[in-house]
């Protein structure tokens, strides 16, 4: 499955943006898909991930009550629902794919990679 991120953009802090993964070739509803994000100069962190139907979802505590996942399989999408942004969201957004039905955090697991998309959020 090839991902592609998009939606990312500047932001005030306190602000919402969407952000998107859809699938150019082959489909999501066969994959958990997790979103994770890269700060300059910090490792790649977990943010958010939900099962192939939608279920079962985990997130990082940093966004708990801030972000929400979602998916719609019919339109080959999962989404992220980012409310009340800070400065410290600032980051690359990647969404991967994982074949095995569980929302895991561990972005070892994950197997396929999209682009990243920027959110930048000023203060």
């Known amino acids: 499955v090839q991902l592609q991120a998009s939606g990312g953009g500047l932001v005030q802090a306190g602000g919402s943006l969407r952000l998107s993964c859809t699938a150019s070739?082959?489909?999501?509803?066969?994959?958990?898909i997790g979103w994770f994000r890269q700060a300059p100069g910090k490792e790649r962190e977990f943010v958010a991930a939900?099962?192939?139907?939608?279920?079962?979802?985990n997130y990082a505590d940093s966004v708990k009550g801030r972000f929400t996942i979602s998916r719609d399989n019919a339109k080959n999408t999962v989404y992220v629902q980012m409310n009340s942004l800070r400065s410290e969201d600032t980051a690359d957004y990647y969404c991967?794919?994982?074949?095995?039905?569980?929302?895991?955090?561990?972005?070892?697991?994950?197997?396929?990679w999209g682009q990243g998309t920027l959110v930048t959020v000023s203060s």
């Open positions: 939900i099962s192939w139907g939608g279920t079962n979802t």
């Open positions: 991967a794919a994982r074949s095995l039905n569980t929302p895991t955090a561990n972005r070892a697991f994950y197997e396929y």
């Open positions: 070739r082959g489909t999501v509803s066969n994959y958990v």
